[in-house]
């Protein structure tokens, strides 16, 4: 199973296909000399967070930092993972740059623990933006070791692709190396079915909803991108 995310506003020359392994998702990154998102957190992401109190957060699939450097610098003490060494490189240098304190770790979620015992199954808060699996075989799989980290009264955050980008056909023949030609479209009411299939514990939905955002294609046009945002919790 693999997992990642963009945390921003998932637009770039090449916004489409799924890899499938750690060595995909790490070419994608190391083929760019420069960073391959915008460096902004996502937008869902930051409406919702705001109105929390800040505690322990894990960001699933932090690409290259953007969302897991906005929690710590909003007060939360923050952990962020993600399968691509490079990805992680280039989020430690930003958090750097803006004297940010984060736990960055490359790790794969299907296998990755804490090293702190007390953070085990302890985030008060869970966000994983845009995680990727191949459906349907795996994303069932992929939420139950996502929210096994939320700890009991926690929170467990997911935005995920409602749409497919306009331009994404186009831009199909880019890809090879084990990416996979499609997007996974998903419901916020699918992936809490999912999640209460999966996880032992009880969730209760607080928000689950479909939201449209603004971007800019590969071509520089303006265009719209629906996102699926469920807010589950653990009660």
């Not at 997911?158 to 996974?184: C, I, N, Q, R, Y």
Request: charged share 25%.
């Amino acid at each position: 199973m693999t997992a990642t995310g963009s945390h921003n506003d998932h637009t770039s020359a090449d916004d489409t296909g799924v890899p499938d392994s750690v060595a995909a998702w790490e070419e994608r990154y190391a083929d760019s000399d420069d960073t391959i998102w915008s460096g902004n957190p996502n937008e869902a992401l930051v409406a919702i967070v705001s109105a929390m109190t800040p505690g322990r957060v894990l960001d699933v699939g932090c690409g290259e930092g953007a969302d897991v450097i906005w929690l710590a610098e909003n007060g939360w003490d923050a952990t962020g993972i993600d399968l691509s060494t490079t990805a992680i490189d280039r989020a430690r240098k930003a958090a750097e740059s803006r004297s940010v304190s984060a736990e960055l770790t490359v790790a794969d979620i299907s296998t990755w623990e804490p090293e702190d015992h007390d953070r085990r199954g302890g985030f008060d808060l869970v966000t994983g933006s845009f995680l990727h699996t191949r459906l349907p075989d795996t994303r069932e799989e992929l939420l139950a070791r996502v929210a096994a980290h939320v700890a009991p009264g926690g929170a467990l955050l997911l935005v995920s692709h409602a749409t497919m980008p306009p331009w994404a056909e186009e831009h199909s023949e880019k890809f090879e190396h084990g990416m996979d030609h499609h997007h996974e479209l998903v419901s916020p009411n699918g992936d809490f079915a999912l999640l209460i299939g999966a996880s032992p514990n009880r969730w209760e939905i607080e928000l689950a909803e479909t939201r449209t955002r603004q971007v800019t294609s590969p071509s520089g046009e303006p265009a719209e991108l629906d996102d699926a945002v469920l807010l589950a919790r653990r009660v």
